[in-house]
């Protein structure tokens, strides 16, 4: 009944750029903040991009500031996350999740505040 499915997952050569995208079901996002995650082989996932869910606010992980940008359509009731200049160490299976919060912190990502999960798409960038 509630449901986020991720899209727009592939793979590209450093240097491309893909575009994810997060579509709700059974709930509105324009209630909550929303980030991405991902997840690479190996390592424990970490959040790298949040949005809040009405002034618009936005955080990165270092990692990814200038070349990530997280936005939402309320609308369509639809997150995502525009991915540029794409590295190697991007690779990785990447999560939208909704948060039980309605801003997102301004200096980093709490996993724990993130109650509602999709099943991931896979980013892959050639090394």
């Known amino acids: 009944q509630l449901q986020l499915v991720e899209s727009g997952g592939g793979f590209t050569q450093p240097g491309g750029s893909l575009r994810l995208s997060c579509a709700a079901s059974?709930?509105?996002?324009?209630?909550?903040?929303i980030a991405w995650f991902r997840q690479a082989p190996g390592k424990e996932r970490e959040g790298i991009s949040c949005?809040?869910?009405?002034?618009?606010?936005?955080y990165h992980l270092p990692s990814v500031e200038g070349r990530f940008a997280i936005s939402r359509d309320n609308a369509k009731n639809m997150v995502f996350l525009q991915m540029n200049y794409l590295k190697p160490e991007d690779t990785a299976v990447y999560y939208c999740?909704?948060?039980?919060?309605?801003?997102?912190?301004?200096?980093?990502?709490?996993?724990?505040?993130?109650?509602?999960w999709g099943q991931g798409t896979q980013v892959t960038v050639s090394s």
């Open positions: 999740a909704a948060s039980t919060r309605y801003y997102c912190s301004p200096t980093a990502i709490f996993p724990e505040a993130y109650g509602r």
């Open positions: 059974g709930l509105t996002l324009d209630y909550y903040a």
């Open positions: 949005i809040s869910t009405s002034d618009g606010y936005t």
